[in-house]
């Protein structure tokens, strides 16, 4: 899955004072996934009176939503946890919890090490969040980190208005990538029933937004689980039915299951975008199968060339990682040789860290550490370079943009993204003077006049 981590750095400082029991300050780590588990979470606990406060001076309970892909996630969340021991000193009515891959990952560690935390809950049982923090006035203390059969109603959430509505379909993995933890923390894929997909979809249309964002961490496998023939092509055709849908997206998928049947769909439907996040990872036959990953090089490739001979507009996006276990020169080449060779319209590059209870966490570590970050550095430069030839050819190009609201970093503009996966920005004014807040939600013709490597730069056509 491509990763758009919801993270804050900000801690607020502690303070002694009384506050109301059923507030909650959440923070949540890692990926689209997880924004969507703090959702369903808040849903949960508003139902059962809770109300989300801004600032954990003001809360009663404090939450992290944890990530465990990369130890950097997890080094923050215990920064936090040690942060907190003396606002619970002085507050001890003041419940900690923690939730997600690391609660579910390292439940005794966090109980053992930090004996101010209150509440372990792993990546299934959060649903029960309102009557495990019901059980800490009889325990004292709660973890709750197995795996169970995930009920229907624990996949509605309670979002934040906007024009985009992240829509978990399946959740859990197969593929058991010798570097990836997902299979451990996330268990074995569970899909969900394409009737309640709609019924969710529906009701978010209703609530006044216009593009979802179909997520899994393996979203091409849909429907495996249910045996009754679902697929992620099927799902996409009942769905792009539903009335007030402007715009149908999906991540993240997995090179073995882009099928015809799915690259023919997303050719076919005009309110599908024309996007792919298909992580390659690794550029090297061996490292690749090193990596348990299931496919060559030359596997990948042949998917490339399916998808553009059907979307030749098509935007690809990958992942890589570079420094795993006996990664040599010639392997990383392969690399850079691939992302050459594809050029894709964006890729996030990582470097490898063993992650316990992984695989490839028994290989020896052995790719330096400054060897790493030269080649983080080299593909990232490589990717900007791809990026901002790809950019500058958009100059005089118009694009169909769903505006999705105010620039985050320039409150005069606003921002959208093509049918592919272009960010796109243009003036909040026109030059008479004219407000355009109006568009939010609706898709605007923009010309492109201007670039960066990430960004393109435009005007709406009138």
């Not at 229907?152 to 399946?170: I, K, S, T």
């Not at 496919?295 to 030749?312: H, I, K, Q, W």
């Not at 985050?408 to 606003?414: H, I, N, Q, Y």
Request: proline share 5%.
């Amino acid at each position: 899955m491509r990763p758009d981590a919801l993270v804050t750095d900000a801690l607020d400082e502690p303070a002694i004072g009384a506050v109301p029991a059923k507030t909650v300050y959440i923070e949540t780590f890692g990926c689209q996934m997880n924004i969507n588990d703090t959702e369903v979470v808040l849903a949960r606990l508003s139902e059962a009176g809770w109300t989300r406060v801004d600032s954990i001076d003001a809360a009663g309970l404090v939450l992290y939503n944890t990530c465990s892909v990369r130890d950097n996630a997890e080094a923050k969340v215990r920064g936090r946890l040690g942060a907190l021991k003396p606002m619970k000193r002085a507050r001890p009515s003041l419940r900690i919890g923690i939730m997600g891959c690391m609660a579910q990952r390292e439940k005794d560690a966090l109980l053992k090490n930090y004996p101010h935390v209150d509440l372990v809950v792993g990546t299934d049982q959060f649903v029960h969040m309102p009557q495990l923090l019901e059980r800490l006035d009889e325990t004292g203390r709660v973890a709750a980190t197995d795996f169970g059969d995930f009920e229907d109603r624990a996949w509605d959430a309670v979002r934040e208005p906007g024009a985009n509505a992240y829509v978990p379909v399946m959740r859990g993995c197969n593929y058991n990538c010798t570097y990836c933890i997902v299979p451990t923390t996330r268990g074995r894929e569970k899909s969900r029933k394409p009737e309640l997909v709609e019924e969710e979809v529906r009701r978010l249309i209703d609530q006044g937004f216009v593009q979802v964002t179909l997520v899994g961490q393996t979203v091409d496998a849909y429907g495996k689980t249910l045996g009754d023939g679902s697929t992620l092509a099927k799902l996409l055709r009942r769905l792009h039915e539903v009335p007030g849908l402007k715009r149908l997206r999906f991540i993240t998928s997995h090179p073995k299951d882009i099928t015809d049947e799915l690259l023919d769909t997303m050719a076919e439907l005009p309110r599908v975008a024309k996007h792919l996040h298909v992580p390659a990872q690794c550029g090297s036959d061996r490292i690749l199968r090193l990596m348990g990953r299931r496919y060559t090089r030359d596997d990948y490739l042949r998917f490339v060339e399916r998808a553009r001979a059907r979307m030749p507009d098509v935007e690809l996006l990958s992942d890589f990682i570079v420094g795993f276990p006996r990664e040599s020169d010639d392997d990383f080449a392969q690399t850079v040789s691939l992302m050459e060779q594809v050029r894709f319209g964006g890729a996030y590059v990582f470097m490898y860290s063993p992650r316990p209870g992984t695989p490839s966490s028994h290989l020896p570590d052995d790719v330096p550490h400054e060897v790493k970050n030269a080649r983080c550095t080299h593909l990232l430069s490589l990717q900007v370079k791809h990026q901002a030839e790809f950019n500058s050819a958009q100059h005089g190009r118009i694009h169909q943009v769903l505006v999705e609201g105010p620039s985050k970093s320039d409150e005069a503009m606003l921002h959208g993204r093509s049918l592919g996966n272009l960010n796109i920005v243009f003036p909040r004014s026109g030059s008479d003077g004219a407000d355009r807040d109006h568009l939010v939600g609706s898709i605007a013709p923009i010309r492109i006049d201007r670039s960066t490597g990430l960004t393109l730069f435009g005007d709406l056509l009138t």
